[in-house]
């Protein structure tokens, strides 16, 4: 991997790390109202929340190959 490369790969990670802590932070704060949500807003947020997972999961597997 270039060093380029790596340098973009790790501010990406660094990007999506700040928007997986929002994610948890808004599910947190979402949980006493969760009950207002309806099922698909409930559905919407928990697949965002997999999709970043995913993600880092994705990138994690990346780096530990390099």
């Given at each position: 991997m270039?060093?380029?490369?790596a340098k973009?790969l790790?501010?990406y990670c660094?990007?999506l790390?700040e928007?997986l802590?929002?994610?948890?932070?808004?599910a947190e704060?979402?949980k006493?109202?969760?009950?207002?949500l309806?099922?698909s807003?409930?559905?919407?947020?928990?697949?965002c929340?997999?999709f970043?997972?995913?993600?880092?999961n994705?990138?994690?597997?990346i780096?530990a190959?390099?």
């Amino acid at each position: 991997m270039s060093n380029m490369s790596a340098k973009l790969l790790f501010l990406y990670c660094d990007e999506l790390r700040e928007h997986l802590e929002q994610a948890y932070l808004l599910a947190e704060l979402l949980k006493p109202h969760k009950q207002e949500l309806s099922a698909s807003q409930r559905a919407q947020l928990r697949n965002c929340i997999y999709f970043c997972n995913s993600i880092a999961n994705i990138l994690q597997e990346i780096l530990a190959r390099e």
